[in-house]
């Protein structure tokens, strides 16, 4: 029978989740701290100096080999909500025109509430009820945590030591990511592969159905950015520029330069697909339960939702 639930966290988990919820005539409601869609598959325009740099700056690219995700892509392409990367020589989809667009385009059709940071969970006679900034939410008949493993613990301790538990067990390596704009090309491969401390670096560019000026990603390896994580942001972005030098030659000097902290980017892998427990009703899904890629949130998303209704 269809109720009510509330999903924290609207990454793709959260979205897929709540897509197969409310198909399904379930009430929806999602709650986000961030003010608008992208979580990890996260995107940003900059204009510096009178250019404009578009820039990937979590998930570069998504892969997909389940048939269920497949047929989701292929529907996306069809909106035109991603595009085939065939540069890469693996089954490489972009999101158009950012990563997030995706993530984005789910949420539309969706009840979602952004900037809302859930502090605390409390299970009431009549339901859930979430806590943030000193006000309520509810009451809902299930929550569900989307949410990467350490916020799911976080919030999970108090009223689920079990799922607390197995979060912990399964803890995201750190990424920090340094976004750079240039005035003018230079010659470089459009991506680079790992060779510490540079995991993966992109002319964002070169992706298709991009816009705008020589704009580059780069990531550092997880033990690079571990090593580093309470580094200063003009410090990391000055060791991965010279880090990029030392890899293409000698660069322009940037006309734009950040750098991001992902504390919990690549999430561990728990293999259970999601989490459910009966009573009270509670589930969890995200990327580390399955393995730390976009189709897995997915899939995961879609797992919990079954079990729910199950
Ligand atoms: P998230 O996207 O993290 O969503 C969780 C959401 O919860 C966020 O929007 C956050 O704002 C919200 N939130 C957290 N706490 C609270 C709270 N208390 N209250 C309310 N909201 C809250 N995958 C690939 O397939 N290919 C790649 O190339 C790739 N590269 C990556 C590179 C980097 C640097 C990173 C960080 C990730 C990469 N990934 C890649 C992994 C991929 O991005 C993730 O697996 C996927 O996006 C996870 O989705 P999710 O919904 O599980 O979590």
Request: charged share 20%; hydrophobic share 45%.
């Amino acid at each position: 029978m269809a109720g009510s639930a509330a999903i924290i966290g609207a990454g793709i988990a959260g979205l897929a989740c709540a897509s197969r919820l409310t198909e399904a005539g379930w009430q929806v409601t999602l709650f986000d701290k961030g003010r608008g869609p992208g979580g990890r598959m996260a995107s940003k325009v900059v204009t510096a100096q009178g250019l404009r740099f578009a820039f990937d700056y979590g998930a570069q690219y998504l892969t997909a080999r389940d048939p269920a995700f497949i047929a989701q892509v292929v529907d996306w392409e069809r909106q035109g909500v991603v595009a085939r990367w065939p540069a890469m020589d693996d089954d490489a989809w972009v999101g158009v025109p950012g990563m997030n667009a995706p993530v984005t385009h789910m949420a539309a059709a969706l009840d979602v509430r952004w900037s809302m940071h859930i502090r605390a969970l409390r299970r009431d006679a009549d339901g859930w009820r979430l806590l943030h900034d000193e006000m309520t939410e509810g009451p809902f008949d299930v929550v569900i945590l989307a949410l990467p493993a350490e916020q799911t613990a976080g919030l999970a301790a108090p009223i689920d030591p079990a799922l607390a538990e197995l979060a912990r067990a399964h803890p995201s390596d750190p990424c920090w990511t340094v976004l750079l704009g240039f005035d003018t090309g230079f010659s470089a491969p459009d991506t680079l592969s790992a060779a510490d401390p540079i995991d993966w670096a992109a002319r964002n560019r070169a992706k298709p159905g991009r816009k705008g000026g020589e704009a580059w990603t780069i990531h550092a390896t997880a033990d690079w950015s571990r090593r580093h994580v309470e580094s200063d942001r003009t410090s990391v972005t000055a060791s991965l520029l010279r880090a990029l030098e030392e890899r293409v030659g000698t660069l322009p000097v940037p006309v734009h330069a950040t750098a991001h902290r992902w504390r919990y980017a690549r999430s561990g892998k728990a293999g259970a697909g999601a989490y459910h427990q009966a009573e009270p009703r509670l589930a969890a899904c995200g990327d580390w339960l399955v393995a730390p890629r976009v189709e897995s949130a997915w899939l995961s998303g879609r797992q919990a939702a079954d079990l729910v209704m199950a």
